[in-house]
Structure formats: structure tokens, C-alpha cells
């Protein structure tokens, strides 16, 4: 079965710092792969997503990730944190036509905290 | 503007007692998610539904059910046999099923006491 694992539980950086949430994932053919942000209390939003093609995604909010197929990794990253950007990231990995499973499966989230 | 609508946004309920909460979609999806939001355990599957009349068990179906009568409506009740109730509930939605990117609502808040 597909799993989704993010080593991060909390990340806290400087406002204008780079950023970089690491996520896992365990799949046997090539994944589908998301990230997802969602604000406190609310429902979560698309930044970006990985189908097939060039590795590096670009997302929206500045975000991008990288699909490492070696590494079984899709890192999410952005050159700069803004202060708005503190909320909790969720990874998450497509569904699999090996289980029938139609549906994503997400990672545990990290929560991100900015200073100022 | 098309959207999904979860309500109430906040439920309480006493302990033993069933509960529904709703789910409407009015972007013509074919597929809607339930999810259960826990701190630090990420989104796990309730159940999900591909088509009308037709739905599936996720991950952790225990305790829960669901209809899909209508395109646009998928509610889920929680019963009195989910042993810890007490969560944030997402439902979501997409044009098809497996890897089309998930529309979310804004969530219900469920307490039981």
C-alpha cells in the first residue's frame, strides 16, 4: 500500500529565509504527487502537483518541489518565506492501481512557523 | 462561484448519540471524499464515493456511514460506534477519481461529550 511520510512534525524560519519541507514516499509505480496547504480552521488548497514530465513543479504562492525518484522524495521549497506562508503543508501520493484504491493518500503534516 | 459546503462549521453532540454532517459540491464533480483530521496524524480516508449510489470504505470506515443518492451530496453520519468522535472533518471533491486534484470544503469541527 501507498504511504506518505513527512520527517517534519513543526518547522519554524525567519521571514525572508529559505524553505524546505522534505516528504517521503513509499508507492510501487511512478506516483502521482501533491502538496496541499491549508490555514487554521479551513479547508486545505492546492499548491501543486506532479504527474509525469519535468521533475521540478512549480506552484502557486511562489512555491516549487522536485520529484527524486532515487530518493523516493518530493520536497517542497520556496527561496523565501513570507509571513503569511505560516500554516500546515500536506504531502500526499495518488491513488494505486495495484490496491483499487481510488483516493489520496496524505502525509502526517508539517507545521510551519514564521518570525519575524 | 462554485464551491463545497460543509455545515454546520462547529457540532456538538452528546456522547451515544448518531450525528450527520454535511457535504454539498456544486462543481459537477463525479468523486467526494470524507477525511477525519486528528493533531499530528495527517488526513485519514472515511469512505469515498465515485459515482452516484456507489461508495467505498477508506482506511477508517469504522463507525461511519455515508449515502451518495445525489451528485452534489454526500453526507456522512457518525455513529454512536465511533469510539472517539471527537475531530475535524474535511469533505472534498474531484472531477474523477484516483489522482484529479481535491476540492475541499471548510470543515466541520464535531465535539461529543
Known amino acids: 500500500a501507498q504511504s506518505v511520510t513527512q520527517p517534519d512534525i513543526h518547522i519554524t524560519v525567519s521571514e525572508g529565509a529559505s524553505l524546505e519541507l522534505r516528504c517521503n514516499y513509499s508507492y510501487g509505480a511512478t506516483p502521482y504527487l501533491f502538496w496541499y496547504v491549508q490555514s487554521p480552521g479551513q479547508g486545505l488548497q492546492l499548491l501543486l502537483k506532479?504527474?509525469?514530465?519535468?521533475?521540478l513543479v512549480q506552484g502557486i504562492k511562489g512555491f516549487e518541489a522536485e520529484f527524486k525518484r532515487s530518493q523516493s522524495s518530493f520536497n517542497l521549497r520556496k527561496p523565501s518565506v513570507h509571513w503569511s506562508d505560516a500554516a500546515e503543508y500536506f504531502c500526499?501520493?495518488?491513488?494505486?492501481?495495484?490496491?483499487?484504491?481510488?483516493?489520496?493518500?496524505f502525509g502526517s503534516g508539517t507545521r510551519l512557523q514564521v518570525q519575524p | 462561484d462554485g464551491g463545497i459546503t460543509q455545515s454546520p462549521k462547529y457540532l456538538f453532540r452528546k456522547e451515544g448519540q448518531n450525528v450527520t454532517l454535511s457535504c454539498e459540491q456544486n462543481?459537477?464533480?463525479?468523486?467526494m471524499y470524507w477525511y477525519r483530521q486528528d493533531p499530528g496524524q495527517g488526513l485519514r480516508l472515511i469512505y469515498y464515493s465515485q459515482i452516484v449510489n456507489d461508495f467505498q470504505k477508506g482506511d477508517i470506515a469504522e463507525g461511519y456511514s455515508v449515502s451518495r443518492e445525489k451528485k452534489e451530496s454526500f453526507p456522512l453520519t457518525v455513529t454512536s460506534a465511533q469510539k472517539n468522535p471527537t475531530a475535524f472533518y474535511l469533505c472534498?471533491?474531484?472531477?474523477?477519481?484516483?489522482?484529479?486534484?481535491?476540492?475541499f470544503g471548510n470543515g466541520t469541527r464535531l465535539t461529543v461529550t
Open positions: 500526499a501520493v495518488g491513488a494505486s492501481m495495484d490496491t483499487g484504491r481510488r483516493a489520496l493518500t
Open positions: 472534498a471533491s474531484s472531477p474523477g477519481t484516483g489522482n484529479s486534484p481535491l476540492h
Open positions: 462543481l459537477n464533480h463525479d468523486a
Open positions: 506532479y504527474f509525469s514530465g519535468d521533475t
